[in-house]
């Protein structure tokens, strides 16, 4: 067998020690040191980055779902941007006396959450308060793949007399409104399939349901849910104030919030406020007030 070779020594200086190895002085730290500088560095700005998007958090712990942030009190505008006629709304799929007194538009889109829940706090304003009309606008938000078919279905339902049935199918199975699953709801409320087959594939109310979005973005509908109330009449300057004065109240518990609230005209009608956010029953009747109090 070969032998193995011995590591060859370097030879000392007769009567010195062996000096240690020699270390640099300005040596760089170790990989492990850059890497936690920079992950610190990466935390602290993350966090730096949040603090300032959401800044002082609301002085009530429930904000008003479905509404955006702000910096600054919420201000109210009488600037109208577009003239509705009060008519306008009289055809339309509606809940509640014909007769009503309030008349309270809704605009919403069937995967919004918010609307969902908007949906539910004013089926229970109305049990308890009968003098309540609501009113079904459609307004599919973009980036949503499928509200724009779920209010056509809705609207084929109309035709056959259940379109509040599959109102509250669609608002109860929000996280599934694909095609085929629409032909599946209008089943289960009993609805003539082939009508309705027909009538959502032709896309027959399409422009319809685009119109209402249309003239929500013209009055200044920017996102849902969103609400106009108002009363039938001639213009009532004293309701107008009444309107602002409770909007002011409603917006005052929300001061870092967006309601959006502002009056709006509308022909044949006595006064008009539009708001937006998923807003809880006693805000609704704290607005729904300002139409009882009568001018003396």
């Known amino acids: 067998m070969p032998k193995k070779r011995k590591k060859r020594q370097t030879a000392q200086p007769v009567g010195q020690k062996a000096k240690p190895p020699i270390q640099a002085k300005n040596a760089p730290p170790p990989r492990a040191f850059f890497f936690f500088l920079a992950a610190f560095a990466i935390i602290a700005l993350a966090l730096f980055a949040a603090w300032m998007m959401v800044g002082k958090p609301p002085e009530k712990s429930d904000a008003p779902n479905g509404t955006k942030a702000k910096d600054e009190p919420p201000t109210l505008s009488t600037a109208p941007h577009y003239q509705l006629s009060a008519s306008s709304f009289d055809s339309a799929y509606a809940r509640g006396s014909p007769n009503a007194e309030i008349i309270l538009v809704e605009y919403c889109d069937f995967e ?104 929500g973005r013209k009055v200044g509908i920017s996102a849902t849910p969103a609400f106009i109330v108002f009363s039938k009449g001639t213009k009532d300057p004293a309701l107008e104030a009444r309107l602002l004065e409770k909007a002011q109240e409603v917006s005052s518990q929300y001061p870092t919030y967006e309601l959006g609230m502002q009056l709006v005209s509308i022909n044949g009608a006595r006064g008009a406020l539009l708001f937006f956010g998923a807003l809880p029953q006693s805000d609704f009747e704290k607005i729904m007030e300002a139409f009882q109090k009568r001018a003396s």
């Open 112 to 215: 919004c959450r918010f609307c969902q829940a908007a949906s539910s706090t004013l089926s229970s304003l109305q049990k308890s308060n009968p003098n309540v009309k609501v009113v079904y606008r459609h307004y599919p938000v973009k980036g949503h793949s499928f509200s724009q078919k779920a209010a056509e279905a809705a609207e084929c339902s109309g035709e056959q007399g259940k379109f509040w049935e599959m109102h509250d199918l669609l608002f109860e199975n929000q996280n599934d409104l694909a095609p085929s699953s629409l032909k599946k709801y209008a089943e289960k409320i009993g609805l003539d399939l082939a009508r309705f087959n027909s009538c959502l594939e032709s896309g027959k109310y399409q422009e319809l349901v685009s119109s209402q979005a249309a003239e």
